[in-house]
């Protein structure tokens, strides 16, 4: 991890903090920012302090004109402490939250196109979590997220943090799991993913007197899938779909923050061209990046106890910013900066940012 000192006061340095607009709109915490076209979708939080009922809001904001606008979309759920993903360059899904009352698993997309929000159902079969908040939904594709963070209700939740698979239909308006293949063991009618000896199937069917009944790619039986492994618990994480670097280039999947460890923790691993990469969307801004924490300054040490942080990839960098931080007995929230370098050469030692308001 490589951080820096609020960028205002670095010495040498010509980055400095600057207001890009002010407005009651988006005055709220606990709520998802997610950018389109230039423009960002802010989805529900809470307005005040103390406030256990979640806004139904929808709010675009355009940086480049400084205006936010509340937009009147019919069906807006109420909605915090969740995480949004893109699909299909068109539908916002929202995943999980608080809705006042007790925590979700479920789905509702804004189709950004009609201005319209929909619940999309889950395929039957459903065995989603009890429910999901402050956790992190990552886009792997069009059709394919990946979930993590603790599931729970409103009175117990995991001591460890689950990674789910989430497979989505925005045709159909469904979400399911991986693909699933019914076969017929013994008479025994049996669901289950396809394994890796479908290679040698017809072998197998015969040895083991295995008719295949169905073989659709579009089956699903359940919404979400948990995976094998787990994580140390996380509340109020953040995510980062980074590139590897060395031999055997590729993605991985980091979670940081949202427990006392200072180590990021891998939440899944592809292989080069599992993920489609999408060209650098400010290449400038990598390069300032790269700069800057090619500079040395900042102090080594990764960000401990931060949670409720914002999180945004450019290129090979995460860069973390804010949040609050469990290590001071008063003023909790921080203005620290964090950047993690998944460069080959570098070591991605951790620096502390000076954490003074600017």
Request: aromatic share 8%; hydrophobic share 30%; with cysteine.
């Amino acid at each position: 991890m490589a951080g820096a000192e609020s960028p205002g006061l670095a010495r040498g340095s010509s980055w400095t903090w600057r207001p890009v607009a002010r407005d009651a709109l988006l005055a709220r915490a606990f709520h998802s920012c997610t950018e389109l076209r230039g423009r960002f979708y802010l989805v529900g939080g809470l307005l005040e302090g103390g406030a256990r009922v979640p806004s139904s809001d929808t709010v675009i904001f355009d940086p480049a004109g400084g205006q936010a606008v509340r937009l009147a979309a019919r069906g807006s759920p109420l909605r915090s402490h969740h995480d949004a993903a893109l699909v299909g360059g068109r539908w916002l899904c929202v995943v999980g939250g608080w809705d006042g009352s007790r925590r979700l698993a479920t789905v509702a997309a804004l189709d950004t196109e009609s201005g319209v929000w929909e619940v999309w159902t889950a395929n039957p079969g459903n065995s989603p979590p009890a429910g999901l908040s402050s956790h992190t939904c990552t886009r792997l594709s069009d059709r394919e997220l990946r979930v993590s963070g603790r599931e729970g209700g409103t009175r117990t939740q995991r001591r460890y943090g689950s990674i789910y698979t989430l497979k989505l239909d925005h045709s159909t308006r469904t979400y399911c799991t991986p693909p699933s293949w019914i076969y017929n063991f013994q008479d025994g009618l049996t669901f289950c993913s396809k394994p890796d000896f479908l290679f040698h199937k017809g072998t197998l069917a015969k040895r083991y007197n295995i008719r295949i009944f169905s073989e659709n790619p579009n089956l699903c039986t359940n919404s979400y899938k948990e995976e094998g492994c787990h994580t140390v618990s996380r509340s109020g994480h953040c995510a980062a779909l980074l590139p590897t670097a060395g031999p055997h280039p590729g993605h991985q999947l980091l979670l940081f923050g949202g427990c006392n460890s200072v180590e990021p923790e891998v939440a899944g691993q592809w292989s080069h061209g599992k993920i489609k990469e999408e060209p650098p969307v400010a290449p400038r801004l990598m390069e300032q990046l790269a700069r800057l924490v090619s500079s040395g300054q900042g102090l080594q040490q990764g960000p401990q106890s931060l949670r409720h942080h914002s999180c945004s990839v450019v290129g090979p960098f995460a860069v973390l910013f804010g949040g609050e931080t469990l290590t001071r007995a008063r003023d909790t929230i921080c203005n620290d900066l964090y950047f993690y370098d998944t460069r080959e050469s570098q070591t991605n030692v951790r620096r502390k940012g000076g954490g003074k308001d600017t």
